[in-house]
């Protein structure tokens, strides 16, 4: 009985030494989360850095594009108006008399 008493008597104070263990070992360190914060951090600025990039290649891709488009807008237009006067001109020889050879 006497053996049942003193571990009766212990236990609160194991108990107590148990949660005190396990509390500590579930809380981080302030620096230890500054050190996470500052990785995530350097991780977040990486990321920034690569999509900047990629923003401005992508601007100047599209403003290459539209240069092109305008180009090809351009040449597009100027084939229109020499087709129109290669017809013009197909007409024209068609519905002129064959001329009577030389010579």
Known sequence: ?????TIASKLPLAAAVAVAGLSLSACATKDYVNERIAEVNTRITAVDSKASD???QAQAAN???????????????QINN????????????QQQPPRAPRG
């Open 1 to 5: 009985m006497a053996l049942l008493k």
């Open 54 to 56: 990629a923003l401005q």
């Open 63 to 77: 403003a290459a594009a539209q240069a092109a488009q305008a180009t090809a807008n351009s040449d597009s237009q």
């Open 82 to 93: 020499l087709s129109a006067q290669v017809n013009a001109l197909s007409t024209a020889q």
